[in-house]
């Protein structure tokens, strides 16, 4: 077998050149998710890159491109100390569930082996940190079983968890196993009897546009008392997702999903379809209708058109929503793993991470529900107020 090859890419214009072969290996991947595609990490990292530098790894087995690990390099302050920080592009802000090296299932181990024999010779980093992993990842094994080869120590913790339904029994045995199947009978047949009653689809290039913009009316109606969600509760998260729209539409993965009644869209299903997963990414629905049940209507037809267009899978990403509970029947775990050189900042960075995971275990073991969902609330608003406000959004802001 001929020797795979590790080559950096660092420039500027990096995802420009990138396209075509990143785009063919994506296709070939198969198992990537749509959040690994060259139209997400591209205009991510156009809108929240700003402080960043691509540190992409280009795997190459007899000059073809056979592997991508999408990385950004970034510069943080610890404890008033530089750390010198690698991560995924499409981290922290954006939702983006299942970041890990795109290449073919069958050459990742061969790939992920070249790629930590190259960064022994970088120094130019104090800790990897890679985020929202799919536990079930050959990524995820093969950093736990070797990075001690590659002198890294290596930390790992959950992250949060993907409901998901498969697909295989038919809508019937998944209606049947539906703890809301009672009351989504009942709510169909009140709503089949209202005027213009219709569900709906959106995939058309020319029409999502409009249904983005239906979905985040009433996306924004739930969200608009608690601050906003993590998909609209900046400016610049809202107009990163009218980018990112316009470039998924061209791809062919971008699928609405609408309730229609009274000659008005009244619930709307945000999602990525890849032909074998439909990933439901985000939703909303007319809060004047929510005693008819809108929203859980719209999920069980959602879910009943994925198994008629032959989906396996149908994964509503992370979160513990007990909406998604009520219909999935299997789960998929994200995992963070940190891989740390013995620098001081790494070492600070490890201490403080360790006895914020514990602090936030505690918190949800402790705090009522409704006190422990407040709290979250107001972390998501700091959290989106300091990251992408002030300097680093205007320089992102100019480069467009």
Known sequence: MSRISIEKAFEN???????????????????????????????????????????????????????????????????G?????????????????????IAEPEDKAEILTAIFEFLKNENCFDLIALENLAGDSTTVEFLQNSAGQSRLRCSSQPTATCPRINLDDGWETILKQSKRAANFKRRLKQLEKIPDFEFRTVTAPAETGAAFERFFRLHEQRWLKNGGSELSGHPSL???????????AESGSLRFDELWAEGECRASVYGLDDGVTFYYYNAGYDLDWAKLSVGLVLIGLSVRNAIERGNSVYDFLRGDETYKFDWANDRTELITINLSRRTAPALAFEGLNKVWFNLKNLSNFVLPDDLAERLKSVKRSWKRKNQLSGTEMETAHKAL
């Not at 998710?33 to 790894?57: C, H, K, Q, V, Y």
């Not at 010198?84 to 802000?93: H, K, P, Q, S």
């Not at 809202?238 to 998924?248: G, H, P």
């Open 238 to 248: 809202a107009s990163f997702q009218r980018d990112l729209i316009a470039a998924l």
């Open 13 to 79: 214009d990096t995802f420009a050149v990138l396209q075509a072969d990143w785009t063919r290996l994506f296709a070939a991947s198969k198992c990537s998710s749509p959040f690994l595609s060259w139209e997400w990490l591209s205009t991510w990292f156009r809108w929240f890159g700003a402080d960043r530098t691509p540190f992409i790894l280009k795997a190459y087995r007899d000059e073809q491109l056979i592997g991508l690990l999408p990385l950004c390099l970034q510069e943080k302050k610890v404890l």
């Open 81 to 101: 100390m530089r750390l010198r920080r690698l991560a995924f592009i499409g981290e922290d802000v954006g939702g983006a569930d299942y970041l890990d090296l």
